[in-house]
Each structure stands twice: as structure tokens, then as C-alpha cells.
């Protein structure tokens, strides 16, 4: 059974930093590709950054400069760390697992950010 865990969001002031963790379980940590995504309310779900098997990260034009994604495969986690946050960050952000091998996508349960101004 494929599981992703999300946790670290909450509540933050602007300009404020949170880092957001996921743990997975059931997969290939190694052979998955790990994305991060939000989605705000009244709009569609959208890629943040993502980090490929190899190490190679992408991010979305709004959050360059300021959201840093990593992975540890010896604990089978994927972070995110938000600087600089701003309102216009509130969503709920999403784990995806991409396996590289399968073509499988898999999704967390999501944790809510909230960013106040």
C-alpha cells in the first residue's frame, strides 16, 4: 500500500518560513520522481517544484528565489522549505510521487498552508 505523508503546514504571518515534509512509504522512493503541488481555493491544482530521481528540481515562475526542494532517499522524504511566504501562497500543497519506471502517480492527503498579511 503506496503512502504519502504529508505535515509541516499551518499558519504564518507574511515574509514568515515554513518547511513542509513528506514521507512515503510503499514505493521505490529512489526510482519515484517527487513533486510538490497546491492548490488554492476556487482554482485548479498546480505543480510548485518538483525533484527528479536524479536530483534535478524545477520550480514554478511565483515561487523561484524563495521555495527550496529537496529529498533524502534514506528516509524516504521529500521537503520543501518556504521562505518569504506571501498571502497569495495559501493553498493546500500536495505531495505527487512520479515513478520514473511504473508512470504511476501518487498523491498525498495534502496539509493547508495559510499565510496571513
Known amino acids: 500500500q503506496v503512502q504519502l505523508v504529508e505535515s509541516g503546514g499551518g499558519l504564518m504571518q507574511a515574509g514568515g518560513s515554513l518547511r513542509l515534509s513528506c514521507v512515503a512509504s510503499?514505493?521505490?522512493?529512489?526510482?519515484?520522481?517527487m513533486n510538490w503541488y497546491r492548490q488554492a481555493p476556487g482554482k485548479q491544482r498546480d505543480l510548485v517544484a518538483g525533484?527528479?530521481?536524479?536530483?534535478?528540481?524545477n520550480y514554478a515562475d511565483s515561487v523561484k528565489g524563495r521555495f527550496t526542494i529537496s529529498r533524502d532517499n534514506a528516509k524516504n522524504t521529500v521537503y520543501l522549505q518556504m521562505n518569504s511566504l506571501k498571502p497569495e501562497d495559501t493553498a493546500v500543497y500536495y505531495c505527487n510521487a512520479a515513478g520514473v519506471l511504473s508512470g504511476r502517480h501518487y498523491w498525498g492527503q495534502g496539509t493547508q498552508v495559510t499565510v496571513s498579511s
Open positions: 510503499g514505493i521505490i522512493f529512489k526510482f519515484n520522481a
Open positions: 525533484i527528479s530521481s536524479g536530483g534535478s528540481v
